[in-house]
């Protein structure tokens, strides 16, 4: 690790943050726009969920985060808690990994 | 008795405040975990610290670490770690005008930009809710992230395998709760499977961060966006 790395990383990435609140300063943006980049947003998050719910560095991730996750998704639609959600989650894969039901 | 008692005391009995805090508490464990495996791979404990700092972005900080240290090229590290994060660029055309409060607030506001502030943010009603939602959690993170991969680091292996306690399915399971308000709405909805299932199906062909970009086509299966949609914001 060289601090090459570190700084180029974070330059990109600082870059990429930055870049929508300053388009955002130039453009006039309609409410059609504005709704659409929100749900652009819940699009992006979604993915992300779905990706990682199931994948670790490209490969399948194993059954018991999918367990978890797909416990705190079931809570979370019967609007349970925040915080019962994540421990919820959290649990189900732990107890799994614990009696090695699932890998 | 004080205004400023009783605000405190709200403060803490708030339930933004509270699922922040937990948030925060794990992201802790995993930015330890970060700090542990990245000093067991002889990266000095000073430079990742720096690293959870001025990169802020969790993920890409794990695979530069991973990549690095296997004996990559830097640039591949770099590179892989910007696509992993490319995502933010939508992600501050969605929420930069809770920003847009002079420069200092975009400035700022832009680094502390992570998936759970975007998150806590697109979970709240108006836009002056959004805006304290974005700056608690982003606030939260960050002072979270930087010092406990310190911790991690001095700690060594001690810290254990953040797979054992169940966060990495804990980390996705938040971010679908945030989001679960917004899925309520069947066109939203519609949008965010069509996207899920291609980011899915994508995972095994591309490289890692451009799956969830990709996504981003399933926007599409919202328009056109209906007449009475229009006025609401």
């Known amino acids: 690790m060289t601090l090459g790395v570190v700084f180029a990383l974070a330059a990109g990435t600082y870059a990429m943050r930055l870049a929508g609140p300053l388009l955002r300063g130039r453009l006039r943006i309609s409410p059609q726009w504005e709704q659409l980049m929100s749900i652009a947003a819940i699009v992006l998050l979604g993915a992300f969920v779905a990706t990682s719910a199931l994948f670790e560095s490209g490969g399948f991730a194993g059954w018991a985060r999918f367990a978890g996750v797909a416990v705190g998704g079931v809570l979370a639609w019967r609007r349970a808690p925040f915080v019962l959600v994540v421990v919820a989650a959290a649990g189900t894969t732990a107890l799994l990994r614990l009696f090695e039901l699932a890998a | 008795m004080s205004t400023v008692q009783r605000t405190r005391t709200s403060f803490w009995r708030d ?15 995993v930015g330890a975990s970060l700090g542990a495996i990245a000093v067991s791979k002889g990266v000095p404990l000073w430079m990742i610290t720096l690293m959870g700092a001025v990169v802020f972005a969790g993920g890409s900080e794990f695979m530069a670490v991973g990549l690095v240290t296997a004996g990559a090229a830097p640039i591949t590290a770099v590179l892989s770690g910007l696509m992993l994060n490319a995502r ?4 501050g055309l969605a929420v930069g005008g809770l920003l847009d409060r002079g420069w200092p607030t975009r400035l700022i506001g832009s680094h502390l930009m992570v998936d759970e ?10 836009p002056e809710q959004k805006r304290r939602a974005y700056w608690l959690t982003g606030i939260a993170l960050y002072c979270a992230w930087a010092p406990s991969v310190f911790l991690g680091g001095l700690l060594g292996q001690g810290v254990g395998d953040p797979g054992a306690f169940g966060l990495d399915a804990a980390m996705p399971a938040a971010l679908l709760a945030l989001i679960m308000p917004s899925l309520r709405e069947f066109r939203t909805l519609r949008a965010v499977a069509v996207g899920a299932l291609i980011a899915v199906l994508t995972t095994p062909l591309l490289p890692e961060g451009l799956p969830v970009m990709v996504a981003l086509v399933g926007v599409a299966a919202v328009l056109p966006l209906p007449k009475k949609l229009e006025g609401t914001r």
């Open chain 2, 15 to 29: 339930a933004l405040v509270r699922d922040v805090l937990s948030m925060a508490l794990a992201m802790a464990i």
């Open chain 2, 88 to 91: 933010h660029l939508p992600f």
């Open chain 2, 117 to 126: 502030a975007v998150a806590f943010a697109m979970a709240q009603r108006t």
